[in-house]
Nanobody, 123 residues
Framework: QVQLAESGGGSVQAGGSLTLTCAAS??????MGWFRRAPGKEREGVAA?????????YGDSAKGRFTISQGNSKPNIVYLQMNNLKPEDSAMYYC?????????????????WGQGTQVTVSS
């Protein structure tokens, strides 16, 4: 089974930036993406990319501020660059992988999940 290794969470002030990294243990073309869940809120799809074609998906909260990309020589390492962070971006961020890229990115049904990394944005 594919395994995901996440890194890059942390604490920043509003307006700051963070980059999350997720590495998949497979070289197959897959959908890789990020979801987040804040306390008391539903899980939300943030962004996703299909490593074969480079097709991307962004959730409404990410558009214009976040960029998802893949490594040039290591396409199954995916980066989420988060700029102009807001307190409402504070959440646990989970990397996800799925064999297919759909209308809303990866899954979420059938996703393989990482363990999560905490992002905290202070005002």
């Amino acid at each position: 089974q594919v395994q995901l290794a996440e890194s890059g969470g942390g604490s920043v002030q509003a307006g700051g930036s963070l980059t999350l990294t997720c590495a998949a243990s497979t070289t197959d073309n897959i959908c890789m993406g990020w979801f987040r869940r804040a306390p008391g809120k539903e899980r939300e799809g943030v962004a996703a990319i299909y490593t074969g074609s480079g097709s991307v998906y962004y959730g409404d909260s990410a558009k214009g501020r976040f960029t998802i990309s893949q490594g040039n020589s290591k396409p199954n390492i995916v980066y989420l660059q988060m700029n102009n962070l807001k307190p409402e971006d504070s959440a646990m961020y989970y990397c996800a992988a799925h064999p297919r890229f759909g209308l809303v990115g990866c899954g979420p049904e059938g996703n393989i999940w990482g363990q999560g990394t905490q992002v905290t944005v202070s005002s």
